[in-house]
């Protein structure tokens, strides 16, 4: 039993969430009561007392709540350290003349050996050092990935880059969609975010066919 509490006493001095939640709970009793033993004489909580405490607590449980289950449920960063094994496997290639302009829509597929996290997979057309972002993949099962790339020019052949991004690219490659809903034209990056680690590309013919790598 002992154990039990040492344990628990540790773990909430080791997690600051813990650690703001409880006190906030404890200034929320505290403010429940009408005097507060604690002091001789006996502390007496008056109205104006009472209010301040309850905006204290309820801002100290709030954001304990939102560290212990919200934020822990956003996606995060892809970690640097880690070996994700992310491989492209197979590129489909259609011509699209649609609108009357050439472009190629690329079917992508590949695999990977460790899941990096949600919505951290993306792939890029890649060309003279300039970068189109393409979107996330979609994650088909626990090792195979899949996504589309499209070239918008007619060259004889485009890079197809797989990498995981991380918040900040993920902000980048987000303005690059927002300029190009706002002016119609796909104006390429020069230069990519620290978090956006390449894991693998391949350059892919320009002609209607299928390429398994």
Known sequence: MIDTVEKIIDRILNDHSLATLFLGVFIAVIASVDRLPLTNPPLVINSTSRIGLWAVAVILIISAVWKLFI????PTNPKPDVD??????????IRNSEFGKDQYDVS????????PPDESLWLFHVDNNQYWPQGQVTIKNEQIWSGKVIV????????????????????????????????????????????IKPFDHQDIPMGQGTYNF
Do not use: R, W
């Not at 994700?84 to 290639?93: F, M, N, R």
């Not at 390429?188 to 620290?194: R, V």
């Open 84 to 93: 994700y094994g992310i491989k492209i496997t197979q590129c489909s290639v």
């Open 108 to 115: 992508v597929k590949g695999e990977f050996k460790n899941q």
């Open 152 to 195: 918008g020019h007619n060259p004889q052949q485009a890079t197809i880059m797989v990498a995981t991004v991380g918040k900040a690219g993920k902000i980048l490659c987000k303005y690059y969609e927002n300029v190009k809903k706002e002016s119609g034209q796909y104006i390429p990056l020069e230069e990519l975010t620290e978090d």
């Open 71 to 74: 934020a822990k449920s956003e």
